[in-house]
């Protein structure tokens, strides 16, 4: 086995979002921080400009806006949710900028969210970033604390 062995590459996750990335047990839900949708890490955002966090593409836009599914060409698979509780707000205060089957490269524009209109309304405005679908695969955490959008912050592999 050479250079160009089948090790498989690994997949990168980005910042969609200025922020503090933290860790999924500091995130106030129970499916989040009990992992019961998978793996992952949170971004509790400094403003509402959101990017896609990997190139590949959107497997699913929830209708209220506040959830993203996004699929890597290796199959990972990883979801961004925006706050917890938001999908009672049925959309208000997200402007999304892409539709399901979109392909995306990391930093492409997502959603635009109204933090001044969905915090009050909402538990917390913190993201859980999660691989829903790790099949083995390893999830590493490259960066923690105080992030700027695009910036790597864990790879899957």
């Given amino acids: 086995m050479g250079l160009f062995s089948k090790k498989s590459k690994l997949v990168e996750i980005f910042a969609p979002v200025d922020g503090e990335v933290v860790g999924l047990d500091k995130v106030e839900d129970e499916v989040f921080s009990g992992k019961m949708m998978g793996d992952g890490l949170a971004i509790v955002p400094a403003n509402g400009d959101f990017?896609?966090?990997?190139?590949?593409?959107?497997?699913?836009?929830?209708?209220?806006?506040?959830a993203y599914g996004f699929r890597?060409?290796?199959?990972?698979?990883?979801?961004?949710?925006?706050?917890?509780?938001?999908?009672?707000?049925?959309?208000?205060?997200?402007?999304?900028?892409?539709?399901?089957?979109?392909?995306?490269?990391?930093g492409d524009p997502m959603v635009k969210v109204d933090l001044k209109f969905v915090k009050p309304k909402v538990p917390s405005i913190t993201t859980p970033i999660i691989v829903t679908n790790q099949n083995g695969k390893e999830i590493t955490i490259v960066k923690m604390g105080k992030v700027k959008k695009g910036e790597l912050i864990a790879t899957v592999g």
């Fill in 51 to 66: 990017v896609s966090p990997m190139n590949g593409e959107l497997a699913s836009v929830f209708p209220t806006k506040h």
């Fill in 72 to 106: 890597e060409k290796s199959g990972v698979e990883v979801l961004v949710h925006i706050g917890l509780d938001t999908v009672n707000l049925d959309g208000e205060g997200f402007e999304s900028f892409v539709k399901q089957g979109d392909k995306v490269n990391h």
